[in-house]
């Protein structure tokens, strides 16, 4: 199988470079390739670079991301999350390729305690999801086989996450003030890029919501991380009896966050065969592999 993989240096990206491998021939992109273009903000370039490579499956891991600068960001964030994926759709049915996308529980409103399903409303409170959920529906509209796998709270070694940025003040600070009024599953990358190599093997079209089981807030989350680090031998100055739960009305934030974004992932499981570990089990390994390589070691 012909892969083009889009986004190829972000954290989902970089492991889909491993996971991909097995299935064949992997295209990878990330923004600044050359000649062919991997800039989802140049639809030209990006559709000559699809009908060039003629892939079989084109996997797009490039996103616009950061959640807050959307707010002001507005058109970029829509014209990477949103009018790319039509384009790459449009191409995708041209060649009769399969299209795997990501996108988040962010395009919910967040409410509620139950885990959502893939068919419930969708209602985004901030830019970002508006314009994930653009993404989506152009992808839809276009009549391309295609893979939607909707996922929260991404982590892993490589690139930048909530997981790192709360080692790294830990191993600056005495005390971590981290919010305990917003639900959801840390998610591995490698899980992500793992279940799409599965799933490519055998797609089948539609949504499915992909997270690592068990349900936790971020501040449970910042205390599981830290006491991994401690238990690896990393030096850090904050204890974690003083990692203090606070409500998210603490931090003053440009987007709102929704409180619950607790993913349910049966029709994953079931339509894939799949089992999905603990979130537990995907931060314990990745802080030791961040141990291990010496990248939690105060700065000297
Ligand atoms: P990252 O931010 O780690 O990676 C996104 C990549 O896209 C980055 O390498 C970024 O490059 C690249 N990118 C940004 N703009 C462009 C552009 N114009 N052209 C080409 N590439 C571009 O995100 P993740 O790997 O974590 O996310 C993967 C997917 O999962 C995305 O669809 C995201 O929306 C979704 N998701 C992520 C969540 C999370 O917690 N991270 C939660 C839920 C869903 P650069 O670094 O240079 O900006």
Redesign the pocket.
């Known amino acids: 199988m012909k892969i083009l993989l889009?986004?190829?240096?972000?954290?989902?990206?970089?492991q889909l470079r491993r996971s991909l491998s097995v299935l064949g021939d992997v295209v990878a992109l990330?923004?600044?390739s050359s000649p062919l273009c991997?800039?989802?903000?140049r639809p030209d370039d990006l559709a000559r670079t699809v009908r060039e490579v003629a892939p079989q499956a084109i996997v797009?891991?490039?996103?616009?991301?950061?959640v807050d600068k959307a707010e002001s960001e507005t058109e970029?964030a829509f014209?990477?999350?949103g009018h790319?994926c039509e384009v790459l759709a449009r191409e995708a049915a041209a060649l009769d390729a399969w299209l795997v996308?990501?996108?988040?529980?962010?395009v919910f409103n967040g409410r509620g305690e139950t885990p959502w399903v893939e068919d419930d409303v969708v209602d985004p409170v901030n830019a970002?999801g508006r314009s994930?959920l653009a993404g989506e529906e152009a992808i839809r509209a276009q009549g391309a086989r295609h893979m939607i796998f909707?996922?929260?709270?991404?982590?892993d070694a490589w690139?930048?996450?909530?997981c790192k940025t709360i080692l790294r003040a830990a191993g600056q600070r005495e005390s971590l003030d981290v919010v305990s009024d917003q639900f959801g599953a840390p998610?591995r990358?490698a899980l992500?890029a793992d279940v799409t190599a599965h799933a490519l093997r055998a797609p089948q079209s539609g949504t499915y919501h992909l997270a690592a089981s068990g349900i936790t807030h971020w501040h449970e989350y910042a205390s599981f991380a830290v006491q991994e680090a401690l238990a690896a031998g990393v030096p850090l100055k904050v204890k974690p009896e003083n990692i203090r739960a606070v409500p998210s009305t603490q931090f003053k934030t440009a987007a709102v966050r929704p409180a619950n974004s607790r993913l349910d992932t049966r029709k994953l499981r079931d339509t894939f065969g799949l089992a999905l570990p603990h979130w537990q089990d995907g931060v314990r390994a990745v802080v030791k592999e961040l141990a291990a390589h010496g990248a939690l070691a105060p700065k000297t």
């Open positions: 889009l986004g190829a240096a972000g954290q989902v990206g970089w990330d923004r600044h991997g800039d989802l903000t797009n891991a490039a996103a616009y991301t950061a970029l014209a990477v999350n790319a996308h990501y996108s988040t529980d962010y970002y994930k909707r996922t929260c709270w991404v982590f690139g930048g996450n909530f998610t990358a992500i």
